[in-house]
């Protein structure tokens, strides 16, 4: 069975463009989030869906959108990239919310570098 | 500014001996969830802890949940070098925010 897949795996941007990571739950599973990692730190929480809908919002500016398909696949965008926004970008996946206690898996991430 | 707070920052052990990380809440938690990452890898979930003075293990690993549901901690016995890795763990509140700590990496000298 396929884990939570993520694309693309790398890539660098200059500041000002825009970027859109995808993602792919594990078959099933109906709740997406998305999470910022820097070096050194925890994953930061960014978004989290859950049937189609947000259920949970990080303290990140409106440059960073979101949006789940009928599929439950996910995007996160970005625009105005700034060189701060350089991180792994995770995505995580559950059959229902997070709080609910099911297991969280996350994919391999998207590496993000603005130059 | 961070919620849960993770020590030590850093732990270097040698093979075979033991090694405890704590998380800290100034809030009581509804629950809590450890994670590991391998170097280079991703968060892969270990566990989630809901019940106040909660105990759970995995093998070698031991789980306790505190009594006042403000800490908790994760204590490997004997470590191996496959242990390696940061460890976190993360709070989830109502609105399905997930909170992170800093982590505590660990490394483990054959």
């Known amino acids: 069975d396929a884990g939570v897949t993520q694309s693309p795996t790398h890539l660098i941007k200059t500041r000002g463009q825009h970027v859109t990571l995808r993602c792919s739950p594990i078959s099933g599973h109906k709740s997406v989030s998305w999470y910022q990692q820097v070096l050194g730190q925890g994953p930061q929480f960014i978004f989290q869906y859950y049937e189609k809908e947000e259920r949970g919002r990080g303290n990140f500016p409106d440059r960073f959108s979101a949006r789940q398909f009928p599929n439950y696949s996910s995007e996160l965008n970005v625009n105005a990239l700034l060189l701060g926004d350089s991180a792994l970008y995770l995505c995580a996946s559950s059959w229902a919310t997070p709080l609910s206690g099911n297991t969280i898996y996350f994919g391999e991430g998207s590496w993000l570098t603005v130059v | 500014g961070q919620q849960v707070m993770q020590i030590p920052q850093y732990q270097h052990v040698q093979e075979g001996e033991d090694f405890t990380t704590y998380c800290n809440s100034s809030t009581t938690l509804s629950n809590i969830q450890w994670y590991k990452q391998r170097p280079g890898g991703h968060p892969v979930f270990l566990i989630q802890?809901?019940?106040?003075?909660e105990v759970k293990k995995q093998k070698r690993l031991t789980f306790q949940f505190g009594e006042a549901k403000k800490n908790s901690s994760l204590h490997i016995t004997a470590t191996q070098t496959t242990d390696v890795g940061t460890y976190f763990c993360?709070?989830?509140?109502?609105?399905?925010?997930?909170?992170f700590g800093d982590g505590t990496t660990l490394t483990v000298k054959p």
């Open positions: 802890l809901v019940k106040s003075g």
């Open positions: 993360a709070k989830n509140t109502n609105a399905g925010k997930s909170t």
